[in-house]
């Protein structure tokens, strides 16, 4: 089943000092926490800015391609995590045909904000790293995701939703 998000926020990480983006489940209190690189964060950050660019940045390219080709973004998916590592799909319809493309999540969120389309969570991966939190023994680690589901709007900074 997939449960819908909003991003919640963008925020760099205490620990790491990598960025990360927090999304949280519109109907429910789950809030998932997916490190992201510098450029993505750059992406999506210039999004909720709403920073123009004088030349378009490689998401405001593809959603140009996108619509330059009559394809409409239905939704992303946080689809799947393995061995800590996220993976996204994007759902497209063209001409009555549904497809599916392979994507990180951090490219799959800047688009999605590009598009003003819904950003979903497989609710596997919720439990999943939920479970991680759990078997996780690394006392940093706990602390950070401890942290991390006590948020609040003063937290999350100027990237705040």
């Known amino acids: 089943m997939e449960l819908e998000v909003k991003i919640r926020g963008l925020m760099m990480d205490p620990v790491t000092n990598m960025p990360v983006v927090v999304l949280k489940e519109t109907q429910g209190a789950g809030i998932l926490p997916i490190w992201v690189g510098i450029y993505e964060a750059n992406a999506i950050a210039l999004e909720i800015e709403k920073v123009q660019t004088p030349r378009p940045m490689t998401h405001d390219l593809l959603k140009n391609v996108l619509s330059g080709l009559n394809v409409h973004v239905q939704k992303v ?17 063209r001409d009555g045909q549904i497809m599916s493309l392979d994507s990180r999540p951090s490219d799959a969120l800047a688009l999605a904000l590009r598009l003003d389309c819904p950003i979903f ?41």
């Open 77 to 93: 998916v946080v689809s799947d995590l393995k061995d800590d590592t996220f993976y996204a799909l994007i759902w497209m319809e």
């Open 121 to 161: 969570v497989d609710d596997g991966v919720l439990k999943n790293s939920k479970m991680a939190t759990v078997v996780s023994e690394k006392s940093s680690n706990e602390e950070l995701r401890k942290w991390l589901e006590n948020l609040n709007d003063e937290d999350l900074g100027r990237y705040k939703m």
